[in-house]
Each structure stands twice: as C-alpha cells, then as structure tokens.
C-alpha cells in the first residue's frame, strides 16, 4: 500500500506538465515548420523571379551590340566595334550569372543554346572585323565579303530572338510553376496540420480525462460514502483504494475520511453503550429505593420487640437488640459510604458481641490492635463480611475450642497497616483455594454474591494500588484473610 | 517523463519527414553527358501535342533532351529558317516534318544530315532529302483501312467520294492510293470523286456542294484530313445530308462527339504519341550505330464502341 502510494505522488502535476508540453511542442514545431517551409519557398520563389530581368539585360543588350555592329559597318568606327564586342562580353556574363541561379534542366539546355549561339555570333563579329580591315587596305572590291559575313551576323542574331519568346515562357512557366507547387503543398502542409492536431488532440484529451478521473472518480466515491454513512451504514463507507492513478491530495482526503467514518462510528457504539449503562443504572436506583422500604418496618418491630422486652424486664435481648439494630443502621447508613477504621471496628464489636451470644463458649472471639491506631477512612463495611465468612464458611461446624483472630498490626516506618482475620475452621484444599481467589479477583459488580471479591473489589477501588489482600488456607488447619493497606500520615489521626 | 519524450519525438519525426517531402526538389538537373535533340515541328491540335507528349516520354525515359520549336502549319520557309538556325546549336540530332516537293527543305535537311547530325522525319516522308529516319503512319494503310470499314457498312456496293487536302502531298497522296487499293478488292465499291480542300473551309464547301449535285448517288465519304474532318460534319448539318456513311481522319474532340452521336461511322487514329517516341527513339539509336530506318506506327478505327476508350484519354492529354 505505501509502495502505492508513493508512486502517485504529484500524479495530477504531471499530467497537467505532460499536457502542455504537447500544446506547447506542438505548437513550436509547427511554427518553426511553417516558418521554414514558406522562407524556403519564398527564397526559391524570388530567386525565379530574379531570373527574368537578367535575361531581359541579356536581349538588350544583345540589341545594343548589333547597333553597335551597324554603326561600325556604316560609320566605318573602331570605336562602335570596341563597344560591341565589350557589350557581348557583358551580355556572356549577364547569361553565365543566369546559368548559375537556374536549376531546371530545359531552362538550363535553353542556355547552353544561347550561350552557344553568343559564342558564334562573337566570332562572326571578328569575321566582319577581318573582312572590315581587308576592305580598308584593298578597297572596295574586299566590301562584298564585309556584306556576306555581315548578314551571318544577323543571321545568328535572328536566330537568338527567335528564342526570346519560348526561353521568357519558359521562365515564366518555371516562376509559375514554383508558385503552384507552394500552393499545392501549402494544402498538402495544411492536411498534416490537421493530422498532426488531431493526433496531439487525442493526447491532450486523454491527459485531461486522466486529470478528470483522478480528481473527479475519489469524488463520486467520496460522496457515494457520504450517502452510506447518511444511511447509517458504516461497513460500506469505508472506501477502498483500488484505483493506482489517483491524485495524492485526493488520497490524503480518502485517508482522513476513512478515519473520520471510523471514529464517527466507535462514537455513535460509545453513545448507544453509555444509555444502555444508564438504563441499568436507573432500574438498580429503583431497587434500592424499594429495598430501603423494608429496613424501616424491621427496625420500627425491633423497637417495640425491644419495648417487650423491657416490660418483660429480660434486659439481655434488650442488649441484644439495640445491638442488632445498630449494625442493621450502619450497613444502611454506610452501604457504599466511607467511615473511620475506628467506626468500622466499633461496629466489627457490636457484631462480635452479637454473635457470641449466638455461639457462646463455643467461638473464641480475639481482637487485638496495636497502640497509636492511624485512624484511616476505609469503605464501610470490610471487616464484618470477613469475619461472617470465618463463622459461616470456617469455624461455623467447630463444636468446640473455634477461634477467631482479627489482629491489627501497624508499621508506622513504612505507613502501612496491615489486618489479619484468622480462623482455626477446617480450611480449603488447595485446589478449592485457588477457585476462591480466582473468583475474587474476578469479581463484578454484577455478581450477585457479596463475601471476599465484594470486599477485594471495594478496597481496590479506595485504595487503588496502595492495597494488598490474600487468602491464605490449609486444609484441617483454617484460612488466614490478610489485608496490607498503605496510607497518607498526614491525612490521619490516631485511634484513642 | 518517457510518454511526453516519446509523443514529441514521434511528432518531431513526422513534421521533419513532411517537411523534407515537401521541400524535396524532384527536378533532376542538367547532364551535361545527355544527347540534345531539337523538334521542329507544327504547333496545335492534339495529333501534334500527343507527338510532343511521346518526345517527353521518350526523353525522360532515355535521358536526352528534346527541344520542341514550332512553326505554323504549310509555312514551309519559317520551318526552313528555324532549320538552318541549328547550325548555330550543338546538336545531337534533329526532328521534323517532312514535305518531298520542297526542295529547299530538302536542301536543308541534307544539309543537316552532312553536317553529321542525324535528322528523324515524323508525319510525312521525303527521300529526296537524305534522313537518317522516317517515323510516321504508314499512310497507304491508313487508306486501305478507311476502305475497308465503308465497304462493311455499305453492303459492299456503294459510291464513295474522298476529300483530301491536295493529292499532292504525299501522305495525302498514299492515303489516296491506299484508299481505291482497298475499294478495289470488292467490284460494287466505286470511287466518283476526290475533293482537294487545300486545308480551307469555303473551297471544301464549294466543291463539296458541286460534287453533290453531280454525283446524287454517293452514300460515303472518307475524309483523309484532320481539319475537312472537324469542318465537314456541321456542313452536312446544314445541308441536312446526315445520312452518309462517314469515316474521317484522327481523333479530334469534335470528331469523337459526332462518332457518339453515331453521325460519324468512325475516324482513323493515328498513333501520334508513339511517332514522337519512336523518333527520339530512333536518333538514339543513332548514337548506338544504327544509320537508317523507317518506321512505320500503326493506325486503328475508332467506332462507337471504342469511341469512350478514347475520350478519357483526350482528357487526361489535355
């Protein structure tokens, strides 16, 4: 899952780069494309162009030598020759320079003609020259030859005007044909723009539609859940983490949700326990309300048993009685109450005294406390319990020669007291022992029997960590009840 | 990373391939080494612009380059001139339409051809002249199949009239030959009468009018020319005389139409673009020791059911 997690770390970043470095790129590369294709075609396209003055320069000034020519045949000038064949060789470079710009092989085969044709045009001016010069040093017979090797020249010049018109069409054509070429590609150059854009447009729409389901599919998810726990149902609004190309923002936010759907449900468990507790709470309220009915009506018939009495004049069973409804006040007066361990043990006496009358020589009761008592709060009622248990449980079928030692014993160094209620009854195996304190430590307050886990249970809960109680038992020999409690000086006085 | 990395390049891929396709010159330049040919020939009509479209082929085909120079039809001194003015070219061999009873054409020619450059002549034929090459239609053929084709639709037995340009050029003259050769073969096919046109529109028409009125009976007529051909259906149109069995000479637009419209019988085509070729052909062979040839390109019948094989292909010419 980490592993996961880790690798959609700034998915929806990436994406969105990876999506307009395409728009960008693909917009750069076709600018630089156009930008080049149309500089190429335009170069191609002017250079062509460029093409047509040189070659009209050529014709005229081809048209200049021949007048040059014929002023020098009529005038008899060397001058006009000198300036014709310096024209010519004006008008060879005119065509060499248009021989070197030109690509198209019939252009090209159309100049070699001409330049061909130049060459002998040039030759045939030396010819009329030599027969010029013949004609001055013979006369006049040498004019005829001048006229014959004159009319070859304009023979050839006839010849080179005659490819004025195809040569300037040519050029025309070739211009021409350049421009169509663009204009035929440029549609061609649009077509794989458009291509070029719906290819890069399929791409740029699958980058947004990763970008949309990314954010967009943890969303529905999101609010699907949020829809569940509406319902009350939190087993399905929990969601899953299927999907490996989500957002790490959006999985941060399913995280927290997840956790906020789990608390929200441990609270709502919380709540529904804590009424069910207060209910349960209420009903034992009710009981106890209910249960303290009864303690009025007896101790309303112990008084006017012990009003009998006194008429009667049988002054023991008054004792007995004041007695009895003395311990039946306390246990009512300080049922879940804390007293002094002096009350506590005032009262253990009246107890003591009480069931001795029961058992007489029978159980030998002992109560030994050490001077300078530290007079400690204790829950209400500890002792007695312990000591109903030694009678019922140990001493109890003893018919003779029983004991029951509660011995109080103080360590004033180590601010502890420690109480030990021992009988001489017939003890526990040890199996049995280990049943009893089993149950004790694991005593509730469900649990409907009250005796040592009531005990352990309320001295753990006053004394938290600061309490000791063990159950010590031989079988044939009695069982030891040893209870080690340490205490806060300050808080206490002494017992007088 | 990897995805943007590889979409751009395969972008970056497919524009530098478009843009090198685009601007790739397919032109090939000028070799020096390649034969240089001239073509002096006539200008217009498609049989003349097929011939230059077969010089093209050929051209391209066996590298030579062909120079194509026109001169307007029967001005027998320009192509004279234009003729002589190659001797101020470097040539490697010249084309062009010969004419046996000009003499000075003749002249030149030889003149030509002893200056060492071999000249090929295409559409007419002149011995006198001393060409390396004849390239043309075989003529004589030509006539003898145009015969052939009216005595099919005539039943064999009709009267029959010609029209030529003047039976005295000679291709005029063997298409003329070739013609009662093949109307010779079947005894009720006779041949009532030959209209020299002279390539003008009024004299066909005058003659042609004559010719009716002396010779009632005549059901076909083979027009032996391209021109009287065009100019002779609409005058028949006005003269309300559309049921003649009519076979004209090559394959002009409106020449085609009228086969379609089944007022022609059908027209006799010359295999023009394969003269041009088969003369460039030939001056190359030239250079390969072959001195002297004639060559003779076939001719075929367009009726009404080839007729549409050949439309399509006057399209794509154009």
Redesign the interface.
């Given at each position: 899952m980490e592993q996961a997690i880790q690798t959609k770390k700034n998915f929806t970043q990436k994406r969105l780069?990876?999506f307009f470095?395409?728009v960008v790129?693909?917009a750069v590369?076709?600018n630089?494309?156009t930008a080049?294709?149309s500089g190429?075609y335009y170069f191609r396209y002017q250079s062509a162009n460029r093409q047509i003055p040189v070659f009209r320069q050529y014709y005229s000034e081809i048209d200049q030598v021949i007048s040059s020519m014929d002023d020098y045949v009529v005038n008899e000038t060397d001058s006009d020759y000198e300036l014709a064949v310096a024209t010519l060789e004006t008008a060879q470079e005119s065509l060499n320079s248009l021989k070197d710009s030109v690509?198209?092989?019939?252009i090209?085969?159309?100049l070699?003609?001409l330049t061909?044709?130049t060459v002998?045009l040039k030759k045939q001016m030396e010819v009329v020259n030599d027969a010029m010069n013949l004609y001055h040093t013979t006369g006049k017979e040498a004019f005829e030859g001048v006229t014959d090797s004159y009319e070859k020249v304009t023979?050839?010049y006839?010849?080179i005007q005659?490819e004025y018109d195809?040569f300037s069409e040519m050029l025309l054509d070739d211009t021409e044909e350049i421009y169509q070429t663009m204009q035929k590609?440029s549609i061609?150059?649009i077509g794989?723009f458009i291509v070029?854009f719906l290819?890069?447009g399929v791409?740029m729409f699958s980058q947004i539609k990763y970008i949309h389901h990314s954010i967009s599919g943890p969303i529905n998810e999101l609010i699907h859940s949020a829809e569940e726990i509406q319902q009350g149902n939190f087993e399905g609004a929990v969601i899953s983490l299927k999907e490996n190309t989500i957002d790490e923002g959006m999985l941060l936010l399913i995280q927290v949700f997840n956790k906020m759907t789990e608390q929200l449900k441990l609270q709502i468990e919380t709540l529904k326990e804590n009424v069910r507790v207060q209910r349960q709470l209420q009903e034992s309220r009710f009981k106890e309300l209910q249960m303290q009915i009864n303690p009025h009506f007896m101790f309303n018939t112990l008084n006017m048993i012990a009003d009998f009495a006194y008429l009667e004049n049988a002054r023991q069973t008054i004792v007995l009685l004041n007695k009895t409804a003395k311990i039946f006040r306390f246990s009512l007066d300080f049922s879940g109450k804390t007293v002094n361990l002096s009350r506590e043990i005032e009262e253990l006496n009246n107890y003591i005294y009480i069931q001795q009358q029961r058992f007489g020589k029978r159980i030998r009761f002992l109560v030994k406390m050490e001077e300078d008592f530290p007079d400690i709060k204790i829950p209400a009622l500890i002792l007695q319990p312990l000591v109903e248990n030694s009678i019922t449980h140990g001493v109890g079928m003893l018919t003779s020669n029983a004991e029951i030692a509660i011995e109080l014993t103080h360590n004033q160094k180590e601010k502890k007291i420690s109480i030990l209620i021992q009988d001489n009854g017939e003890g526990m195996s040890q199996s049995k022992l280990e049943q009893v304190v089993k149950d004790m430590r694991s005593y509730t307050t469900q649990s409907a029997k009250i005796g040592l886990g009531n005990v352990y249970l309320r001295l753990k809960m006053f004394f938290e960590d600061h309490v000791l109680m063990e159950v010590k038992s031989k079988e044939g020999w009695g069982t030891t009840v040893m209870i080690e409690i340490g205490y806060d000086k300050e808080e206490v006085s002494c017992i007088d | 990373m990897k995805h943007i990395m590889i979409s751009m390049g395969i972008l970056s891929f497919a524009f530098t391939v478009t843009f090198l396709y685009l601007i790739y010159e397919k032109e090939e330049p000028f070799r020096e080494d390649a034969k240089k040919y001239i073509c002096i020939a006539t200008e217009g009509m498609y049989y003349w612009n097929a011939i230059h479209e077969g010089i093209q082929a050929a051209d391209e085909e066996m590298g030579s380059y062909t120079k194509w120079v026109e001169f307007e039809r029967f001005d027998i001194d320009e192509q004279i001139r234009k003729l002589k003015q190659t001797q101020y070219l470097d040539l490697d061999g010249v084309i062009t339409v010969g004419e046996p009873y000009s003499d000075e054409l003749n002249q030149t020619i030889q003149d030509i051809v002893e200056r060492g450059i071999p000249v090929a002549l295409i559409d007419t034929d002149s011995k006198e002249s001393n060409r390396n090459y004849y390239i043309g239609t075989d003529n004589h053929q030509a006539g003898y199949l145009a015969a052939q084709e009216i005595a099919k639709a005539t039943d064999y037995d009709a009267d029959v009239m010609m029209i030529v340009s003047k039976l005295t050029h000679a291709n005029q003259n063997e298409r003329y030959e070739g013609f009662v050769d093949g109307l010779a073969e079947y005894e009720e096919m006779n041949l009532v009468s030959v209209i020299e046109a002279e390539g003008d529109k009024l004299t066909m028409q005058e003659q042609l009018m004559e010719a009716f009125l002396e010779f009632p009976s005549v059901e076909a007529i083979f027009c032996a020319e391209s021109s009287s051909t065009r100019r002779l259906g609409p005058f028949l149109q006005q003269l309300k005389k559309e049921d003649l069995t009519i076979i004209g000479f090559d394959n002009a637009d409106t020449t085609l139409e009228f086969i379609k419209d089944d007022f022609y019988l059908g027209t006799i085509a010359q295999s023009s673009y394969d003269i041009g070729y088969e003369a460039v052909a030939c001056l190359n062979r030239y250079q390969e020791g072959s001195k002297s040839q004639e060559v003779y390109t076939d001719v075929t019948c367009i009726t009404k059911e080839n007729v549409d094989n050949f439309l399509p292909l006057r399209k794509q010419s154009k």
């Amino acid at each position: 899952m980490e592993q996961a997690i880790q690798t959609k770390k700034n998915f929806t970043q990436k994406r969105l780069t990876y999506f307009f470095i395409l728009v960008v790129g693909t917009a750069v590369l076709m600018n630089i494309y156009t930008a080049l294709y149309s500089g190429i075609y335009y170069f191609r396209y002017q250079s062509a162009n460029r093409q047509i003055p040189v070659f009209r320069q050529y014709y005229s000034e081809i048209d200049q030598v021949i007048s040059s020519m014929d002023d020098y045949v009529v005038n008899e000038t060397d001058s006009d020759y000198e300036l014709a064949v310096a024209t010519l060789e004006t008008a060879q470079e005119s065509l060499n320079s248009l021989k070197d710009s030109v690509e198209d092989a019939l252009i090209t085969r159309e100049l070699l003609d001409l330049t061909d044709m130049t060459v002998i045009l040039k030759k045939q001016m030396e010819v009329v020259n030599d027969a010029m010069n013949l004609y001055h040093t013979t006369g006049k017979e040498a004019f005829e030859g001048v006229t014959d090797s004159y009319e070859k020249v304009t023979s050839v010049y006839t010849a080179i005007q005659d490819e004025y018109d195809p040569f300037s069409e040519m050029l025309l054509d070739d211009t021409e044909e350049i421009y169509q070429t663009m204009q035929k590609n440029s549609i061609l150059g649009i077509g794989v723009f458009i291509v070029v854009f719906l290819i890069s447009g399929v791409l740029m729409f699958s980058q947004i539609k990763y970008i949309h389901h990314s954010i967009s599919g943890p969303i529905n998810e999101l609010i699907h859940s949020a829809e569940e726990i509406q319902q009350g149902n939190f087993e399905g609004a929990v969601i899953s983490l299927k999907e490996n190309t989500i957002d790490e923002g959006m999985l941060l936010l399913i995280q927290v949700f997840n956790k906020m759907t789990e608390q929200l449900k441990l609270q709502i468990e919380t709540l529904k326990e804590n009424v069910r507790v207060q209910r349960q709470l209420q009903e034992s309220r009710f009981k106890e309300l209910q249960m303290q009915i009864n303690p009025h009506f007896m101790f309303n018939t112990l008084n006017m048993i012990a009003d009998f009495a006194y008429l009667e004049n049988a002054r023991q069973t008054i004792v007995l009685l004041n007695k009895t409804a003395k311990i039946f006040r306390f246990s009512l007066d300080f049922s879940g109450k804390t007293v002094n361990l002096s009350r506590e043990i005032e009262e253990l006496n009246n107890y003591i005294y009480i069931q001795q009358q029961r058992f007489g020589k029978r159980i030998r009761f002992l109560v030994k406390m050490e001077e300078d008592f530290p007079d400690i709060k204790i829950p209400a009622l500890i002792l007695q319990p312990l000591v109903e248990n030694s009678i019922t449980h140990g001493v109890g079928m003893l018919t003779s020669n029983a004991e029951i030692a509660i011995e109080l014993t103080h360590n004033q160094k180590e601010k502890k007291i420690s109480i030990l209620i021992q009988d001489n009854g017939e003890g526990m195996s040890q199996s049995k022992l280990e049943q009893v304190v089993k149950d004790m430590r694991s005593y509730t307050t469900q649990s409907a029997k009250i005796g040592l886990g009531n005990v352990y249970l309320r001295l753990k809960m006053f004394f938290e960590d600061h309490v000791l109680m063990e159950v010590k038992s031989k079988e044939g020999w009695g069982t030891t009840v040893m209870i080690e409690i340490g205490y806060d000086k300050e808080e206490v006085s002494c017992i007088d | 990373m990897k995805h943007i990395m590889i979409s751009m390049g395969i972008l970056s891929f497919a524009f530098t391939v478009t843009f090198l396709y685009l601007i790739y010159e397919k032109e090939e330049p000028f070799r020096e080494d390649a034969k240089k040919y001239i073509c002096i020939a006539t200008e217009g009509m498609y049989y003349w612009n097929a011939i230059h479209e077969g010089i093209q082929a050929a051209d391209e085909e066996m590298g030579s380059y062909t120079k194509w120079v026109e001169f307007e039809r029967f001005d027998i001194d320009e192509q004279i001139r234009k003729l002589k003015q190659t001797q101020y070219l470097d040539l490697d061999g010249v084309i062009t339409v010969g004419e046996p009873y000009s003499d000075e054409l003749n002249q030149t020619i030889q003149d030509i051809v002893e200056r060492g450059i071999p000249v090929a002549l295409i559409d007419t034929d002149s011995k006198e002249s001393n060409r390396n090459y004849y390239i043309g239609t075989d003529n004589h053929q030509a006539g003898y199949l145009a015969a052939q084709e009216i005595a099919k639709a005539t039943d064999y037995d009709a009267d029959v009239m010609m029209i030529v340009s003047k039976l005295t050029h000679a291709n005029q003259n063997e298409r003329y030959e070739g013609f009662v050769d093949g109307l010779a073969e079947y005894e009720e096919m006779n041949l009532v009468s030959v209209i020299e046109a002279e390539g003008d529109k009024l004299t066909m028409q005058e003659q042609l009018m004559e010719a009716f009125l002396e010779f009632p009976s005549v059901e076909a007529i083979f027009c032996a020319e391209s021109s009287s051909t065009r100019r002779l259906g609409p005058f028949l149109q006005q003269l309300k005389k559309e049921d003649l069995t009519i076979i004209g000479f090559d394959n002009a637009d409106t020449t085609l139409e009228f086969i379609k419209d089944d007022f022609y019988l059908g027209t006799i085509a010359q295999s023009s673009y394969d003269i041009g070729y088969e003369a460039v052909a030939c001056l190359n062979r030239y250079q390969e020791g072959s001195k002297s040839q004639e060559v003779y390109t076939d001719v075929t019948c367009i009726t009404k059911e080839n007729v549409d094989n050949f439309l399509p292909l006057r399209k794509q010419s154009k």
